[in-house]
């Protein structure tokens, strides 16, 4: 197995692109700065995509599920059934990012990672190395060859879906118990405590928040991820998921094919923090959509220097949030393609 | 002239259609409120509108435009001329919000509503009182008459425009001059320092935000706007604008037909506390779509108990900022209709 890839160089955004786009954001019929991010956003993608008019039209959405032995230790107001069981609900379309996805007009590609499902669901690809991962508070939730199958599953599923062409892609994730396995990455690559990253989830009371948090303590401990440094491949084989570690395969592998990523909430960001530890020449490529509600995501964001877009206090996962803010970057791409200049409108410049 | 109708109270919104959206919202397969504001927008355009599913297809815009004596005082950084070349840009479609238009698939209405244009302009309604406002540091910026003339426009366009059919309006504005007219008419209501509300408009120095901010205390003190109680109708007339007017008489005439209005950022915001404080009954049928950069915007969002959707650093106007989050109102509806239960899924509920 390769497993070198992973650690490949990403090619860097484009100044000579960064610029042009700046200038004639300034030439447009407005106060210079006046459209605030609708003018960044679009010279950040001019400058990624390479071209003058930057577009945001194909924007095909990849979620990825995969379930969680730690949830033997009530770690989630859910059982683990619901994965699979959202599995269909995203095939049928009754989903939120199922119902984001039409009414954006993007396809929706669904990748079981790592689920327990014994058999294929009809619609979504199965690219798993084993179901579920292990239950991290006794061992190791996943061996290295699990891990780097993971990641090579992420790379696959860029590689598909963006074979045809894509101008963002947009990165989700579904699994019971997920928020438990990446508040426990973020903090051990964070170096914080678990009860600073632990939130509620799909919904726990104060004190499934609080055992949430001990389990975490417990298994970092047990594992030796809570000195000062930690190795981010040792901190996704040991209490990592199928599923994020496909997002961090998918996001480096998007990255090295210059697709810029538009990452979702806590869990595609604790995946993009694994990401850029990894893999730094990676970080230029991923644009963070939204703030969520889940307590431990405004750390692993100021951590990454990321100053999302939107702030709508969701916490549903599935890529919602990105999906969300897939319309502003539309429209931040047609402001900078179709406003008139103050040359062309004839309109008078500022007072002097 | 009839002036009683600005007065004349707004139905309210429905508790029936709250309440079934609400239920609805639960429903669906998403742990509870994980889906924030998306939810309780949806449920609050099912109670405006009185629908079990809410929509936002049909969403014009409206734009007033209006000239301001008191950019004789040096208060802008561009001259007065820039409006009407604007009012060009608008029906040309190379402005900001025309492009913002065109995309969202809306159409746009721009009415002169007071600018200094001597003839029309194409594509432009002229529904104004007299060109321009008097230069409020010397005088009453228009007379009462005016003031009623202004409103009264406002309810011609929301008629006229809304007839056949709206599910919400989105209301803009352009006029050089117009942040220090606004920021004026909040230090008058909010009883605030100027320095406190006043902001760069279209982009002054900090030295140019300390001149305006000197010129609008004068005009408060000469126009007797300082006190602890001033009569709103008192200071729009001293130091309003007639597009500002026209805003108030239309967010009124709006929520008086049940028309939820998408308000933008400072100064249709300062006309929405013009507003309230004229008629508090229309209250209900504003709904704040960003917080923008100019410095005012804050205290009067905080005066009105309002929390935007978007907070993207805007601060052009034109009513750019509702409609960049009316994607987001869209896809809200779009969610609230689209999504299965838990039931027609056949989703597992929590474990108890």
Chains 1, 2 share one sequence.
Not at 241 to 256: D, R, T
Request: charged share 20%.
């Amino acid at each position: 197995m390769d497993k070198a890839w992973i650690a490949a160089a990403c090619p860097q955004p484009s100044e000579q692109h960064r610029l042009a786009a700046a200038a004639r954001q300034d030439a447009l019929t407005k106060p210079p700065g006046s459209l605030g991010i609708l003018e960044s956003l679009a010279i950040r993608l001019a400058a990624l995509q390479q071209r003058a008019l930057p577009g945001a039209s194909t924007v095909p959405i990849v979620l990825f599920a995969g379930d969680h032995g730690i949830t033997a230790q009530g770690v989630s107001a859910y059982p683990s059934a619901v994965t699979v069981e959202m599995l269909r609900n995203f095939a049928r379309g009754g989903a939120a990012i199922a119902v984001l996805a039409r009414e954006l007009g993007v396809q929706l590609h669904v990748v079981d990672a790592g689920t327990l499902a014994e058999e294929p669901v009809e619609g979504v690809v199965v690219d798993k190395p084993r179901r579920g991962t292990r239950d991290f508070s006794l061992e190791q939730a996943m061996g290295n060859d699990e891990l780097h199958f993971a990641f090579a599953a992420g790379r696959r599923a860029v590689e598909r879906i963006t074979a045809g062409g894509a101008d963002v892609l947009i990165l989700g994730e579904m699994g019971i118990g997920n928020t438990t396995s990446a508040a426990a990455i973020a903090a051990a690559l964070l170096g914080a405590r678990a009860e600073d990253v632990v939130g509620a989830g799909t919904g726990m009371t104060s004190d499934g928040i609080s055992h949430k948090a001990r389990v975490i303590e417990a298994a970092l401990s047990r594992h030796r991820l809570d000195g000062d440094t930690v190795a981010a491949l040792d901190v996704l084989a040991n209490v990592g998921g199928l599923e994020i570690a496909a997002l961090v395969g998918a996001m480096i592998a998007a990255a090295q094919a210059r697709v810029p990523v538009l990452v979702d909430g806590f869990i595609v960001t604790v995946a993009a923090l694994a990401a850029v530890r990894i893999n730094e020449s990676c970080a230029p490529w991923l644009i963070y959509s939204h703030r969520s509600m889940e307590r431990g995501h405004r750390l692993v964001l100021d951590a990454l220097g990321a100053d999302p877009i939107l702030d709508l206090k969701l916490r549903l996962g599935e890529g919602s949030g990105a999906a969300t803010a897939l319309p502003i970057l539309r429209l931040a791409c047609a402001l900078h393609a179709g406003m008139a200049t103050f040359e062309e409108a004839q309109i008078s410049g500022p007072d002097l």
